[in-house]
């Protein structure tokens, strides 16, 4: 088939073409993706030693996939002290963590301020730990809030210790779907301007996508390929993270969920078409564990982190509340016959197990 020849040739391929990789039956897309991923690196999978802190849940925008903010009359709703942050990133880095992946709802009675010191605090008392934070969307948010552009944003963001970004907030691209899932938040052009302009200072992030609810395959080869050709532009994206939508909690009301076989595949496909971004990240949190270590062999080269705490996918039914230890971590990456890379959070390697 002339698609598979094109693959294994390392020919980029169209939206058309790529569609078509859907319909090739799993394995011998999974035997394409794992290919790619076996000459990249080999039978490494890689994770790193990281903290989630999600510092409020208050949100002025109201996506409907959403089940981690909280409205001013919802009676869980939390904002926490600055205090309260150090706090657990003492704990955190006393307990091993490299990174402290900060993301927050958006809390307009907060303030541009309360958002920034937090990466000021942690860096004082902690100069050398990696903050992974701010997602476009909460930039997105903050320049709109307070009405300063995004270079400003960027720059102080840096300035207040931020290290690398997150890729959160880029759900689906396609403006039809996202103006249904999301609308008011920011848009694909500025999510992607966001990231090209923090590449432009030297600066790395991830990219999500957000698929399984009301998008179709189409959409995701779209926005796989948006994400394609702004870095072939910038070149700072570090990883590709496909994460599975999760039912609970939430208006969106989704009756047909992706099967297994879908997921596989579309990491699979992420790993095929995205050429120029090298590592493909199976966030074990949204597929499940299980479902992240065969993606191992469906092109997926790393499984994120320990996480120890998440609050946004667990609040949407993800069985990721407390994280996992680092010796079951390891453990199960051994035995599904893959070797265990501790990284740090620009895919440095750090301990090969
Ligand atoms: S996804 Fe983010 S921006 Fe949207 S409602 Fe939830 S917390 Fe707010």
């Known amino acids: 088939m002339d698609i598979i020849k094109k693959v294994n040739n390392n020919e980029r391929l169209t939206h058309q073409e790529a569609l ?3 319909e090739l039956d799993l394995y011998t897309l999974g035997e394409l993706a794992h290919a790619i991923r076996i000459n990249r690196f080999g039978k490494k999978s890689y994770f790193n030693i990281n903290r989630h802190i999600n510092p409020t849940n208050v949100c002025k925008d109201v996506c409907k996939f959403c089940a981690y903010s909280a409205s001013r009359k919802n009676p869980n709703q939390y904002t926490m002290s600055h205090e309260e942050i150090l706090e657990i990133a003492r704990t955190s880095i006393a307990n091993g963590a490299k990174e402290l992946h900060i993301v927050s709802a958006h809390n307009p009675h907060a303030g541009m301020d309360w958002y920034l010191d937090i ?6 008392e902690f100069p050398d730990i990696h903050i992974k934070a701010m997602t476009a969307a909460e930039v997105d948010f903050l320049a709109r809030e307070y009405g300063y552009g995004y270079d400003e944003i960027l720059d102080k963001m840096i300035e207040s210790g931020v290290d690398s970004m997150p890729g959160g907030g880029a759900e689906i691209f396609d403006e039809k779907v996202r103006d249904f899932i999301c609308k008011g938040k920011v848009t694909s052009a500025q999510w992607l301007e966001i990231h090209q302009k923090w590449h432009a200072r030297g600066k790395q992030s991830n990219a999500t996508m957000l698929f399984g609810h009301i998008e179709e395959r189409s959409h995701r080869i779209d926005h796989i390929l948006r994400l394609r050709t702004l870095q072939d532009k910038s070149g700072g994206f570090n990883a590709f993270i496909p994460l599975v939508y999760q039912k609970e909690n939430n208006f969106l009301k989704v009756t047909h969920f992706p099967t297994a076989q879908e997921i596989l595949k579309t990491f699979a496909i992420s790993r095929i078409l995205l050429d120029n971004i090298n590592n493909i ?20 080269n790393d499984l994120d982190g320990t996480i120890q705490k998440e609050s946004i996918q667990s609040a949407a039914g993800a069985k990721s509340a407390n994280g996992m230890s680092q010796e079951e971590f390891v453990g199960l990456i051994k035995n599904s016959g893959f070797i265990p890379v501790e990284r740090d959070s620009l895919y440095s390697e750090l301990r090969v197990y």
């Open 281 to 300: 990240k199976a966030y074990w949190v949204t597929s499940s564990i299980n479902l992240a270590l065969v993606a191992q062999e469906f092109g997926a």
């Open 20 to 22: 078509t990789l859907y």
């Open 119 to 124: 990466f000021r605090l942690i860096k004082n």
